[in-house]
């Protein structure tokens, strides 16, 4: 079965400073799409990265980028200058030839003045 | 462009009754997800809909929840009866078609409390 794992339930990071969160993955599949979501307090799901496994260099969005290791099936993201809108629950999710998506248990960011 | 709309957004009940929460999608998306968050856990598929026609239902449990999306549009869940384990944040997304590179587009969530 297709599992996503995110070790770090919750992070915290000084606004302006980088942070990294972490996610694994364990699929057998060889083509798959990686991304990560956003949900803040509001609960509104935004997606904020994505990646296609086929696909090595790794994708950027503005401040955000990602750290695909398709060897280690680890895919990090990064989010530079962080600002307090960045706080939320972060959900690494996976999908393979079955479309379904599968989030991980999610990681609570909270970024400080 | 309008988001995805669900109703209502916060929902308490007691145990054994019956629940509905209503979804419209994103105009012109064929494909309608029904996910079910609970606390501390990242969101569960429960049921996928391609146009008006059920793609994926495996955890869906059919004993008590059900799922419609008549004319291909606006979909509506219903719970019956609730159990205390059903106490979540039902979310609606929809996408404009199947596949994996198709984004997924969420709503705000319906918060259901079961007492």
């Known amino acids: 079965a297709q599992t996503v794992t995110q070790s770090q339930p919750e992070m915290s990071v000084q606004e302006a400073e980088t942070v990294t969160l972490s996610c694994t993955y364990d699929?057998?599949?060889?083509?798959?799409?990686l991304f990560w979501y956003k949900q803040p307090p509001s609960r509104q799901m935004i997606l904020v990265i994505r990646?296609?496994?086929?696909?090595?260099q790794n994708a950027t969005e503005n401040r955000f980028s990602v750290n695909f290791q398709k060897a280690a099936k680890s895919f990090s993201l990064k989010i530079s200058d962080s600002q307090l809108g960045d706080t939320a629950m972060y959900f690494c999710?996976?999908?393979?030839?079955?479309?379904?998506?599968?989030f991980g248990t999610g990681t609570r960011l909270q970024v400080f003045p | 462009e309008a988001g995805v709309a669900q109703s209502p957004r916060y929902k308490i009940i007691e145990k054994r009754q019956s629940v509905a929460f209503w979804c419209n999608p994103i105009?012109?998306?064929?494909?309608l997800y029904w996910y079910q968050q609970i606390l501390g856990q990242g969101p569960k598929l429960l049921i996928q809909?391609?146009?008006?026609?059920?793609?994926?239902d495996s955890q869906l449990p059919k004993d008590r929840f059900s799922a419609e999306r008549l004319k291909g549009v606006d979909s509506t869940l219903k719970i019956q009866p609730a159990k205390l384990e059903d106490s979540a944040v039902y979310l609606c997304?929809?996408?404009?078609?199947?596949?994996?590179?198709?984004?997924?587009?969420f709503g705000p969530g319906t918060r259901l409390t079961v007492t």
């Open positions: 105009s012109g998306h064929a494909t």
């Open positions: 809909f391609q146009n008006n026609g059920v793609v994926d």
């Open positions: 699929t057998s599949e060889n083509n798959y799409y």
């Open positions: 997304a929809s996408s404009l078609g199947v596949g994996r590179a198709n984004e997924q587009y």
């Open positions: 990646q296609e496994a086929y696909k090595q």
């Open positions: 999710a996976f999908v393979d030839n079955t479309d379904k998506l599968i």
